[in-house]
Structures are given as structure tokens and as C-alpha cells.
């Protein structure tokens, strides 16, 4: 399936003085209310393992916010995912360090970012959300929180991700790469058959990176953005250029104004493009995957790598390529 076609403004204008005559006096949202396709589960790369652990929640009338969690812990489990959880490529000092977001439709959040030992990290973002007054943590204290609520600490070094940071000490080359065809961080969007729109994020980051550095991931607003009134955004490749524009939060905004999730995107990789240069965007791997509180789905990228797997009622698991500026 081909993303949904992009509404002009005006037809937006339309669809909105419309929608206004349909739309319940009780809504407070300025947001057109069509015919909603749902549940619907959505994730960056090719995740259909995800999707079926997120569906099975949806499929059962759950939370999506239940239905993102145990999705993100699907590859934060798998030792063969190199981007994710346990199996996750080390920092350049060895390290395997973690970051991941989650948020709900009230606009809940939880973060941590910079975890070692423990594979997943998703539920202690959530946990965060959920039992602490706060919205992130990091680091030590995010490993002391993660303990403090019975999480098992853990060696996430697997012996092939060792042997691959042996290889790079080699050369010590200092580029932590993004190479296109081995990265994917999972991105989960989910719309449950209540109207409830949620979001996960969890890496392991860039491969080789400095010890330290954290990326989009766990940022609300760069890496993930829900609101349950309009939309919700994810994101992955290079965190850097995410959090320069605030992208998963920009692209949420541009929907509230009446782009489709697909022109959204789209204006989101322009802008990052715009100001990077075509020259150097080029060389940067970004993508944006978004869905409205209406079951439309968007998905643009930089580069012609991104693909993201979409599950409805009528299409269980279906990776699709996304459409790319370049
Ligand atoms: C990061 N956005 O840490 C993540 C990396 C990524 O697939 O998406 N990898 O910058």
C-alpha cells in the first residue's frame, strides 16, 4: 500500500468546515474528525514481529499504550537486532548505552537515556512515566530507578556485537555510522480500538558512538510526539538532525494545522534538508513515520532505505517501502 495522498490546504479547508458541522459539541479539538481506520499499528523498519505483539494488545480491546510497550520489547529482546536492547553495538569504549521514550494520548511521558544493563529500557521509560514525578532520568540514576522497581540487570554485550566493536578499535575511526542498511530502531505508533493514540522509541543508538552521547530517541518531541487529539510522529537516523528541528514534535504541529501525516513528514525532511544543504543531506540517513488520530499513516526519508511496517484490520504486517527526497 502507498502512503495516503497528501490533502491540499484546501481541500483541508473543506474538509474542515465540514467536518465542523459533523463534529460532537463536546470536542475541543480543532481537528477534522473523519472515518477512523482502527486499531492500527505502525513501526519503523521492518518489524513484524513487533507489530504482532502490538496487535495482539489492540486486537483484545487493550491500551495502545500497553500495545507500544510490549512491541518495543520485542526487539529490545532480540540479540540479532543490532540497534535495539540487548545485542545493541557498543559505544566506542564498549559499551552497550540505551535510550527510549514512550508517551500517551493525555501526553504522559517517560524517557531514560545513557542505561547500561538492562534490556528494556522501554519499560523503565514507562515506569519513569508512570511512579516518578518526573519525565526523564538518566544514566546512574536511571539504573538505580530501574533496580529500585525489580528490573534484572543484565550483560547486553552479545559476543558478535563484541567482535564487531574489536573490529572497528582496529581503525578507531571516529564516524559513528549510520549506515542505512544496518540500523533500526524501532519507532511504534499504535491507535486502539478506544480512539487512544500512543507512542514508543528505543535504541541502542549509533554504533561506536562517544561515550555519553544520546540521541533523538529518547527526546520528546525529536525521536516520538503524541498528542491524542491530532497525531503522534516517530523517528529514526542520524538523532542529531531530529533534534535540530524537534522533528516527531514539528511534524505533530504541521498535522494540527491540516497537513496529512504524509505531507508533514515530507515538510519535516524538507526543512532538515533545507537547512543542512542538499549537499550534506545527502549524506545523512533520517526518516519520519507518523500517524493521525484518524488512522492515516505518513512515512518520507533523506535517503531511499526507509521502509516501516504497517498493521490494520485489513493488512496484518505489511512492510512498506516509504517514498524519499533523494
Ligand atoms: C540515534 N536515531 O541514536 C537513533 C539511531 C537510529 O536506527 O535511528 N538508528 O540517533
Same mark, same amino acid.
Not at 115 to 119: A, N, T
Not at 170 to 179: F, G, L, V
Given at each position: 500500500m502507498k502512503p495516503s495522498a497528501t490533502t491540499s490546504r484546501r481541500e483541508f479547508l473543506k474538509l474542515s468546515a465540514l467536518s465542523a458541522t459533523v463534529l460532537?459539541?463536546?470536542?475541543?479539538?480543532?481537528f477534522p474528525l473523519t472515518k477512523t481506520n482502527k486499531p492500527i499499528v505502525v513501526s519503523t523498519w521492518r518489524n513484524p514481529d513487533a507489530n504482532a505483539a502490538a496487535w495482539k494488545v489492540v486486537a483484545a480491546n487493550g491500551r495502545a499504550l500497553d500495545a507500544v510497550e510490549q512491541g518495543a520489547r520485542v526487539p529490545e529482546a532480540n540479540p540479532k537486532d543490532t540497534s535495539v536492547g540487548y545485542g545493541g553495538l557498543p559505544d566506542r569504549d564498549g559499551c552497550v548505552t540505551l535510550d527510549a521514550c514512550i508517551m500517551d494520548e493525555k501526553s504522559n511521558c517517560g524517557a531514560v537515556a545513557f542505561?547500561?544493563?538492562? &534490556?528494556h529500557p522501554i519499560s523503565i521509560a514507562r515506569a519513569v512515566m508512570?511512579?516518578?514525578?518526573?519525565v526523564m532520568l538518566v544514566g546512574k540514576g536511571a539504573e538505580q530507578f530501574a533496580a529500585s522497581q525489580g528490573f534484572k540487570k543484565e550483560n547486553l554485550l552479545t559476543r558478535e556485537s563484541e567482535k564487531a566493536w574489536k573490529e572497528w578499535l582496529? &581503525?578507531?575511526?571516529? &564516524?559513528?555510522?549510520?549506515?542505512p542498511g544496518q540500523h533500526d530502531t524501532i519507532g511504534i505508533l499504535a491507535l486502539d480500538a478506544n480512539g487512544k493514540l500512543c507512542g514508543a522509541c528505543t535504541t541502542s543508538g549509533m554504533?561506536?558512538?562517544?561515550?555519553?552521547r544520546v540521541g533523538d530517541s529518547p527526546i520528546i518531541g525529536a525521536g516520538l510526539y503524541v498528542d491524542g487529539e491530532v497525531g503522534a510522529a516517530t523517528a529514526t537516523g542520524v538523532g542529531e538532525e531530529m533534534i535540530r528541528i524537534a522533528g516527531s514534535n514539528s511534524i505533530v504541529e504541521l498535522m494540527r494545522q491540516g497537513l496529512t501525516p504524509q505531507a508533514a513528514c515530507e515538510e519535516a525532511i524538507k526543512r532538515l534538508i533545507r537547512k543542512r544543504g542538499e549537499e550534506k543531506a545527502k549524506e545523512l540517513s533520517v526518516a519520519f513515520l507518523a500517524l493521525s488520530v484518524n488512522g492515516e499513516v505518513g512515512a518520507y526519508s533523506t535517503n531511499d532505505v526507509f521502509e516501516y511496517t504497517l498493521t490494520t484490520p485489513d493488512q496484518m504486517h505489511s512492510v512498506i517501502r516509504s517514498e524519499s527526497y533523494f
Open positions: 460532537s459539541v463536546n470536542s475541543v479539538s480543532a542505561v547500561q544493563g538492562y &534490556k508512570e511512579k516518578t514525578p518526573h582496529k &581503525k578507531s575511526e571516529y &564516524k559513528p555510522y549510520h549506515n554504533a561506536f558512538k562517544m561515550h555519553g
